[in-house]
């Protein structure tokens, strides 16, 4: 009998847990279609969305490119260090760009941008909700999703595939600079592998994921704030999770978007 | 009160569940909204349901049962911008923009609302009624966390008043405020009122509001109206609920 209610409880809690999974990806849902359907259809606020490109783009430079730099510089190295063992060292200048621009590139500029964007996102809509402001939002006749997601999210999607490229670039100077300095190759023979094994599609293709990623950051920290609750614990909590959420996201998508593109 | 349901609010009926817990149960009244402006105070305890009234008013909240009319027509995702046109709401810590300076708050509904004005009338117009509630002009380009709380809830009252509404909320309009602060906030909402012939529902537990703001004051309990009269007489009622109130206060 005690084993019964054991097992009664355990499956209240997974329908408890299945339910609540449920009801997140419908709200997650409703937001994304939302704010795209608000995205394209009048009024717009440039405003809103300017102050975003700005924060999201620009202010997200310094650290993207300190990111990528050292990135470019350390797989420099360590391409160099394992090539050597089978005399490949001449590869380091085409696998640092295809690493750039195919993985590194998108993957650790969303990641850097999901730690700054996402919690950010959350915790000033989670401090907007516990505070009252998005009710507000409401009796002034302003929905809180066209005036709060909707920049965010065309902000991110516009301003992640630029990162991305500047992240790219930046990682293969970072590459180049320890190539030329460190592994004895000359500025010439450097740049001519880098162009020679470097194709567009290997651009595209971090330029599509970073697009998807700039997607679920955005609408990660408007989820988690959105539904935030509780006060100010509440509101940390849900900067945590979108963090957390954004990052588990992007890795995971990068993975499917890998296999959708380049397996064969 | 007109017949017809034309310049009303009319509040019939509504029953509301939060969390599997009943919050409103059959509530009823009408706000006039026509000439003969109406002050209605909503007294009760902390989570007798006062502020989720105004919430299912103001559509953040939706009743299972009952129905919510202005004009005689009912309240809907589709005519609900009307509505809102017509009213200010003062929410109980003021809900100011952070990001935005006390202007932009107060203009905030013809920066982004649907009816669009040029930025510079807007701040004009946003100056003109910060002046009216008794703020500097000076305070129109600072941040709302610049001002004291006082002086949060003023701008709060004047985001309220800067589309000249027919109806104005208040959810305790002077909760963390001083006594003092509270005394002059309470008599600038009496002002307000008069001076701009709007009707007024009022949430309080602040028996200072109700002696100065109302006309008929309603008491709620665990989500029912418990006693319903004029603030004449709110002193002599022999009703337990508002001595409890009154004790209490």
């Known amino acids: 009998m005690k084993l019964l209610i054991y097992l009664i409880k355990i499956i209240q809690k997974l329908g408890c847990k299945a339910e609540y999974f449920c009801v997140s990806i419908g709200q997650l849902l409703k937001i994304s279609l939302v704010s795209l359907s608000e995205a394209l259809t009048p009024p717009f606020y440039a405003e809103p969305f300017l102050k975003q490109l700005i924060f999201v783009g620009f202010n997200s430079l310094p650290v993207v490119g300190v990111t990528a730099l050292f990135t470019g510089a350390a797989l420099a190295l360590q391409i160099f260090s394992g090539g050597s063992r089978f005399n490949a060292e001449t590869v380091v200048p085409s696998i640092v760009a295809i690493g750039m621009t195919r993985e590194l590139g998108p993957v650790l500029c969303g990641l850097i941008v999901a730690g700054r964007l996402s919690s950010s ?54 590459g180049l600079v320890i190539g030329i300095t460190s592994l004895q190759f000359s500025l010439l023979v450097y740049t001519e592998y880098t162009i020679k094994f470097l194709e567009m599609s290997d651009i595209y293709s971090g330029l599509i994921k970073s697009v998807a990623f700039g997607i679920i950051i955005s609408l990660s920290g408007c989820y988690f704030g959105f539904t935030s609750k509780g006060g100010a614990a509440g509101v940390g909590k849900s900067t945590t999770s979108a963090v957390i959420t954004a990052s588990m996201l992007i890795l995971a998508s990068n993975y499917l978007l890998t296999a959708f593109m380049f397996q064969k | 009160m007109s017949g017809n349901g034309k310049g009303k609010l009319s509040i019939d009926r509504i029953k509301l569940s939060l969390d599997n817990q009943l919050i409103l149960n059959d509530i009823s009244f009408d706000l006039n909204t026509n000439d003969n402006t109406d002050s209605i105070t909503i007294i009760g305890r902390s989570g007798a349901g006062k502020s989720a009234l105004l919430k299912c008013i103001l559509g953040i909240y939706y009743p299972f049962s ?30 100011l923009f952070d990001s935005l300076s006390v202007w932009e708050n107060v203009g905030f509904k013809y920066l982004y609302g649907p009816n669009k004005m040029p930025k510079k009338n807007i701040k004009k117009l946003a100056e003109e009624k910060l002046e009216r509630v008794g703020l500097s002009i000076r305070s129109a380009n600072q941040f709302p966390i610049e001002l004291s709380g006082g002086m949060q809830k003023r701008a709060a009252i004047a985001r309220a008043i800067m589309t000249e509404p027919k109806i104005l909320f208040f959810d305790e309009p002077t909760a963390g405020l001083d006594p003092i602060t509270a005394r002059k906030i309470n008599y600038l909402i009496k002002d307000l009122i008069s001076d701009s012939k709007a009707s007024a529902l009022t949430i309080t537990h602040d028996i200072n509001t109700v002696n100065t703001i109302a006309d008929r004051v309603f008491l709620m309990n665990e989500g029912k109206f418990v006693w319903i009269g004029c603030r004449k007489n709110i002193k002599t009622s022999s009703n337990e609920y508002i001595k409890d109130f009154l004790n209490t206060e």
């Not at chain 1, 401090?127 to 997601?149: C, G, H, N, W």
């Not at chain 2, 609900?80 to 929410?91: D, P, R, S």
């Open chain 2, 66 to 95: 009952g129905s919510i009319k202005f004009n005689n027509q009912p309240i809907l995702k589709r005519n609900k911008e009307i509505f809102f046109n017509k009213l200010g709401m003062v929410f109980q810590n003021s809900a």
């Open chain 1, 121 to 174: 996102i959350a915790a000033e809509i989670g401090s907007m909700k516990v505070t009252e402001q998005l009710d507000a939002l409401k009796s002034l006749s302003v929905s809180p999703i066209r005036y709060l997601v909707t920049p965010r999210l065309a902000s991110s999607v516009i301003c992640l595939p630029i990162l991305t490229l500047i992240s790219d670039i930046i990682g293969i100077l970072g």
